[in-house]
């Protein structure tokens, strides 16, 4: 569940300011965020994700009003309820891909049962290359390693910043199902920000910035 009010964030005291819309989603209710090119839309998930601080409004996650945590809180949350997919990897290249799904899930700090990470692979495709270095790994399977670390840790709001803008359709298909079908699999809500129109048709609630 996620409720925002009133959010307001200027990047710079004398920058513009941006007034976002609010947002209200219950539980496995997914959000596609649209909006044309440099209208806030990063900046509106980075205030979602704690990345960035209001200057004024609020943003509760399943009841917890996140402006009321530590900066150290708000670091243990984020890593423990939130996961977010980029549309370049984020994933370390010395490590296999198995290896930094659990340095995701050990920094997370949460008691996940060890099947996690072998079911997430068979349903994401990547268990014949569990054991490889992220340098040797296809576009395809860079992408959905992307998607499984973002939910190996069982948060309750997955962020995807522009998850599919590279992709052919065929791919954009196949990447917005997984993630549609890991946030039901997880009980997340799952908020998408883009301008790729394509994947407008999959979901119900869309809000235009
Ligand atoms: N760190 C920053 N410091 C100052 N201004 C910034 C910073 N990051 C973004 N901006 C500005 O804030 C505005 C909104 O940027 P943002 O990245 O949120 O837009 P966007 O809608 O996601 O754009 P795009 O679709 O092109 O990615 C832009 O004018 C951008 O230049």
Redesign the pocket.
């Known amino acids: 569940m996620i409720r925002t009010n009133n959010l307001a964030f200027k990047?710079?005291r004398n920058?513009a300011g941006f007034n976002f819309p609010d947002i209200s989603l219950g539980p496995k209710e997914n959000l596609l965020i649209l909006?044309?090119?440099?209208?806030?839309?990063?900046?509106?998930l980075h205030l979602l994700a704690g990345l960035l601080s209001p200057i004024d409004g609020s943003i509760e996650i399943d009841g917890i009003p996140t402006q009321t945590l530590s900066n150290r809180g708000l670091d243990r949350f984020r890593g423990q309820n939130i996961g977010l997919v980029f549309q370049k990897s984020h994933a370390i290249r010395s490590l296999s891909v198995t290896e930094n799904l659990q340095a995701r899930l050990f920094f997370a700090k949460k008691a996940i049962s060890r099947t996690v990470i072998p079911d997430l692979l068979e349903h994401l495709d990547l268990t014949d290359c569990k054991n490889q270095k992220i340098a040797t790994l296809s576009e395809g399977q860079l992408q959905r390693l992307g998607i499984a670390m973002s939910v190996v840790h069982q948060p309750k709001i997955i962020l995807a910043d522009?998850p599919t803008s590279s992709l052919d359709d065929e791919n954009c298909n196949s990447v917005m199902e997984l993630l549609i079908h890991q946030a039901k699999a997880n009980n997340a809500n799952l908020i998408v920000?883009t301008?790729d129109h394509r994947i407008k048709p999959l979901f119900t609630n869309t809000l235009m910035?």
């Open positions: 990047y710079d920058g909006g044309k090119s440099g209208i806030g839309k990063t900046t509106l522009e920000i301008h910035l």
